[in-house]
């Protein structure tokens, strides 16, 4: 009895001793991936991939609500819109002093501040023609001022949105113009850059009409020539409209990068790509801009214009789509106001790769501004 209960016993031990060869096998199989009877298969997978599923629709739908949103916030509140007509936020480059125009390169600039109205001060910069460089240099306010009643054309430039007049493609087109033989008259309007003020559109023609006026109180007989780019335009029409209607228009007028109307320039903007066929564009973004008295109307103001106008714009422009400037040049040209003047477009093949602020780059630029402003230039020195 004793053997056979001792048999029992190691029968019923067996398992934990060494496993039979075919048991093995067995083991190792399911060690290896085999899963047991009733278990459900990648049960963790799936969850990674539900869990993951979960947190890009959540984050779909929070995308989904801002672009939902965003609409009515600029509706209720319009300052939003006018802000980013302007972008006078944006300075750029950061960090350079205004009043030192020498440190971008401008050794015969100077720096000034005028007061268009009470509580509005603007910067101003004056670059002289290339060669009066050489007397310039250490020279004050009084010089400098004395110098626009010389013997040379002055062009006074209104600059786009966003950045400084010390803006980098700003200063280059300085240069090149200074190395032609104009005096340049720059300036930041009333809330850009170190000028003090709030920004509008009044606001900013009425900047530029105190900087004309102070430019013809020095300047003599010489010609005065206006230079809006971009944003400029806008400013660029509403005061040479301005000039015309009192009868003292400028010597000829020059808009690089226009465009017809603020409303057609929103509304092909990058900026609006991802909104233009929202469902009430018009209503929710143009409409805002409007009520807010930003109209900047150049395909009206182009019909009450008396002086040349040249017209520069590169194909591929795509702040500014070439298509607006060309659609200007057509509005422009038949009209009565510019029948005894000239009125030129100029476009820059997209080869080049001017965009919307490098016309500057261009080596036919000098040739392009002397046979359009020479006859002018011509008239007046004899």
Wanted: net charge positive; with cysteine; charged share 25%.
């Amino acid at each position: 009895m004793r053997k056979r209960n001792e048999s029992v016993t190691l029968e019923h031990e067996r398992p934990a001793g060494p496993p039979e060869p075919g048991c093995s096998l067995r083991h190792s199989l399911r060690l290896a991936g085999a899963r047991p009877h009733g278990e459900p298969v990648m049960k963790r997978p799936l969850g990674r991939r539900y869990g993951l599923w979960f947190r890009l629709r959540k984050l779909l739908i929070w995308l989904l609500g801002v672009y939902i949103a965003i609409p009515f916030l600029v509706k209720i509140c319009p300052a939003i819109q006018v802000k980013l007509v302007f972008l006078n936020f944006v300075r750029v480059p950061y960090f350079i002093d205004l009043k030192r125009p020498q440190d971008q390169g401008l050794n015969h600039t100077y720096n000034y501040y005028l007061q268009p109205e009470e509580d509005v001060t603007i910067g101003v910069w004056h670059t002289v023609p290339a060669a009066l460089w050489k007397d310039a240099q250490s020279k004050g306010q009084p010089w400098y001022e004395d110098t626009l009643g010389s013997n040379y054309p002055v062009i006074l430039y209104l600059h786009g949105n966003a950045g400084t007049r010390g803006g980098d493609h700003r200063v280059e087109l300085y240069k090149v113009l200074s190395s032609l033989g104009y005096h340049v008259v720059t300036f930041d309007y009333r809330g850009w850059g170190d000028s003090v003020g709030t920004p509008s559109e009044r606001g900013m023609t009425y900047d530029a009409l105190h900087v004309f006026d102070w430019i013809k109180a020095r300047s003599g007989d010489n010609p005065v020539y206006i230079w809006g780019h971009s944003l400029g335009t806008g400013v660029a029409t509403n005061l040479v409209r301005r000039l015309c209607e009192r009868e003292t228009p400028p010597d000829a007028l020059i808009l690089e990068s226009p465009f017809t109307n603020i409303r057609e320039e929103a509304k092909s903007h990058p900026f609006s790509v991802i909104y233009r066929y929202f469902p009430g564009f018009d209503w929710f973004f143009l409409d805002t801009i409007t009520m807010s008295g930003i109209k900047f109307a150049n395909d009206e103001n182009v019909k009450y214009i008396s002086c040349s106008l040249l017209i520069l714009h590169a194909e591929d422009d795509p702040v500014v789509p070439f298509h607006l400037g060309k659609k200007l040049y057509n509005i422009a040209a038949p009209s009565r106001s510019f029948r005894d003047y000239k009125v030129q477009f100029v476009p820059f093949h997209r080869d080049l790769g001017y965009r919307h602020k490098y016309i500057y780059r261009s080596p036919e630029l000098p040739r392009i501004l002397r046979e359009f402003l020479g006859k002018s230039e011509h008239a007046h020195h004899h």
